[in-house]
């Protein structure tokens, strides 16, 4: 059965970017009959806040949206993440690595083989740097890929890309729903699918909100929270103008709800932009 995941990092409020990734993913998973699921990847403890985990679990709510099962908190699951780590240590499929950031600008990375017993922990992988997206096509990077991947920090934080293959793993994903700034990830996390013999996932790469200066809106740009700009109602039409969708029967004075299942009735996938654009162009909604 088709699954995908909504899989936001709760380091602020939801912002306009994180919706169109939410509508998304719940349009085309819905479309598809099929299941998703909400993901808070707060590993990250510096920049993840408790208060933005809910936070974004109650916009979600405002916004209309039902997700199967509840959301899914990545730092509840801290034993499994390190379960796998012991076993991937004890089978010798993972390294630890004393490089810095600084020491790998002039030299290789050589630690595999040498039995450290601390440091950041780490894999070797052998990414392909080209992938089949649903949406895209056939995408090539244009730049060589690191071949060692890291898991676990050396300050002890479990990495993004390997807490995301696990869980993805573990939900049973049958297709990635994200945006386009995660492609450059991707054949990482497939050479690490690989590498611990999971089942491939499908991918589907949206187009990113880009602000007035072409950069992505993220909360490291500080995009404003997107229930503090305007309501549920003007928030779901303007992503659903955003990734192409007809919008002109949708109404401000429907609910959030209504308006989801109506943009699903008549969700035109092939709709949806290759192309990451600017918000401003959107014009208001
Ligand atoms: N947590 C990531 C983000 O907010 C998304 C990860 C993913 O969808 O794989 O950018």
Redesign the pocket.
């Known amino acids: 059965m088709y699954a995908t995941?909504?899989?936001?990092?709760p380091s602020g409020r939801l912002h306009f970017g994180?919706l169109v990734?939410a509508v998304g993913a719940y349009l085309r998973a819905r479309s598809m009959g099929g299941k998703i699921y909400l993901r808070l990847?707060d590993l990250d403890f510096p920049r993840c806040k408790k208060e933005y985990t809910q936070s974004i679990i109650e916009d979600l709510k405002i916004l209309g949206f039902s997700f199967d099962d509840k959301p899914y908190i990545q730092s509840e699951h801290l034993d499994f993440y390190e379960a796998k780590l012991k076993a991937l240590v004890e089978s010798k499929k993972c390294f630890y690595c004393h490089c810095t950031r600084a020491s790998l600008k002039v030299k290789a990375c050589s630690c595999e083989g040498q039995n450290f017993k601390d440091g950041a922990l780490k894999i070797a992988l052998n990414a392909k740097p080209y992938f089949y997206d649903n949406h895209l096509g056939t995408i090539t990077l244009k730049h060589s890929l690191q071949d060692n991947l890291t898991l676990k920090r050396s300050d002890g934080l479990i990495s993004?890309n390997f807490a995301?293959v696990l869980d993805?793993e573990l939900m049973g994903i049958t297709e990635?729903?994200?945006?386009s700034?995660?492609i450059e990830?991707t054949p990482l996390?497939i050479a690490l699918i690989h590498a611990l013999n999971f089942k491939a996932q499908a991918y589907f790469h949206l187009p990113l909100a880009l602000e007035e200066n072409g950069l992505k809106l993220?909360k490291q740009n500080h995009a404003k929270a997107v229930l503090d700009e305007m309501s549920a109602q003007e928030a779901l039409l303007k992503a659903l103008k955003f990734l192409g969708q007809n919008t002109d029967t949708l109404q401000v004075k429907d609910k959030p709800e209504v308006i989801l299942a109506c943009a699903l009735e008549q969700f035109l996938e092939a709709k949806i932009p290759k192309v990451s654009q600017k918000i401003a162009n959107l014009g208001t909604s």
């Open positions: 995941r909504f899989a936001p990092t994180s990734a990847e993004y995301c993805d990635i729903v994200r945006g700034d995660l990830t996390q993220s």
